[in-house]
Structure formats: C-alpha cells, structure tokens
T-cell receptor, first 113, second 109 residues
Framework: SQTIHQWPATLVQPVGSPLSLECTVE??????LYWYRQAAGRGLQLLFY??????ISSEVPQNLSASRPQDRQFILSSKKLLLSDSGFYLCAWTVPYPNTEAFFGQGTRLTVV | KNEVEQSPQNLTAQEGEFITINCSYSVGISALHWLQQHPGGGIVSLFMLSSGKKKHGRLIATINIQEKHSSLHITASHPRDSAVYICAVKGQGAQKLVFGQGTRLTINP
C-alpha cells in the first residue's frame, strides 16, 4: 500500500541551530514530492517540490533548503534556524500527471526558541 | 487573488446543524482534494474529486467543473468534526498542489 512517513511530529529547536526533517514514501516509485509550511493562522504554502532525484524547485526564497538523495526520500534542512522558521511543515507526494492522487504526511510542528 | 479561495474562514455552529464549506478556484484542474486538519496539525485526506459528488458517512463533497467550485457538506454535525478543513487543487498538467487558506469549523455541544 502507498504510505508516507514524516518525522519528527514535534520539534523544539534554539535559534541558530540546524534542522533536518525527513520524509519517505512507500508503495510507489518516481513520486512528485513536496514540502509545505503553514505559519500560525495561515494556509499551507509550497516551499519546495521535486519531480526526481536531485531535482529540486524552490517556490519562495527562505532560510531553508531541500534535497532528494533517493527516489522516495525528501529532506528539508536549514543550517541556522530563525524564529520565523517556526510553523507546521507538511510533506506530501503525488503520482505524476495525469494521475491525480495525493498523499499527506502527518506533519511536523517546529518551534524555534 | 489566490488561486484557491475558501469560505467562510471561520464557522461556528451547534451540534446537529448542517454545515457547508465552499471552495472556488481560478484554474483548470485535474483534481480537487478536501483535507481535514486537527488541532495537533495532522492532516487527513477526506475526498479526491474530479467530477460529480462523493459521500463518506456524514460527509458529502460536490464539484462543479464549469463553475470552478466545490462544496464540502457535513450532516448532523458533531463536536468531533471541529477541525480546519482545507481545499487543495491540482492544475491540469501541473505538478503541484495549491492549497486554500482553510476553514476553521467549531461545533459546540
């Protein structure tokens, strides 16, 4: 079956510390992978998406980066966290067009203190 | 103007009431998703629609492709339905999902 794993569920990190959030999918190959962020009281905003290994598209300039070292692994990173990086981070994947299915991780609530 | 607009942004109702949440979008789509986000943040996929209507328990989702509009209905609402409901669309030929701002639903006992 098709599943998505995202961890950790919650994270508290000090300002200036590094970040690594990992997302892995099972039950498919060559998925499109996404990282979204939801700031407090706002909707989900696309940060990065990837259509293949090593292929990363960035939607908004920010303090974060993404990597896809394996087909079903998507990592969100930061070298030095800012207070403004606090939020809810969601990993998602879709099967490439024309398929329309989408699957969502449980999300990671990051608090930068 | 956002590609996906939801209304209302906030909705408070009494237990048992019939609930409607609306989603309008401005692009041609291949699919529309309705999601439920609980207070802890976890997201559950409720429906994926490309046409017509789907029903699951007390939840009903409809879509009108010509009018670029979808609705999520909850019958006999219950306090456990309290959550944020999010509409997301995948454009025709597009790789990514675009999310609405969400509708915060509170059902009071």
């Amino acid at each position: 079956s098709q599943t998505i794993h995202q961890w950790p569920a919650t994270l508290v990190q000090p300002v200036g510390s590094p970040l690594s959030l990992e997302c892995t999918v099972e039950g498919t190959s060559n998925p499109n992978l996404y990282w979204y962020r939801q700031a407090a009281g706002r909707g989900l905003q696309l940060l990065f998406y990837s259509v293949g290994i090593g292929q990363i598209s960035s939607e908004v300039p920010q303090n974060l980066s993404a990597s896809r070292p394996q087909d079903r692994q998507f990592i969100l990173s930061s070298k030095k966290l800012l207070l403004s990086d606090s939020g809810f981070y969601l990993c998602a994947w879709t099967v490439p067009y024309p398929n329309t299915e989408a699957f969502f991780g449980q999300g990671t609530r990051l608090t930068v203190v | 103007k956002n590609e996906v607009e939801q209304s209302p942004q906030n909705l408070t109702a009494q237990e048992g009431e019939f609930i409607t949440i609306n989603c309008s979008y401005s692009v041609g789509i291949s699919a529309l998703h309705w999601l439920q986000q609980h207070p802890g943040g976890g997201i559950v996929s409720l429906f994926m629609l490309s046409s017509g209507k789907k029903k699951h328990g007390r939840l009903i989702a409809t879509i009108n492709i010509q009018e670029k509009h979808s609705s999520l209905h909850i019958t006999a609402s219950h306090p456990r339905d309290s959550a944020v409901y999010i509409c997301a669309v995948k454009g025709q030929g597009a790789q990514k999902l675009v999310f609405g701002q969400g509708t915060r639903l509170t059902i009071n006992p």
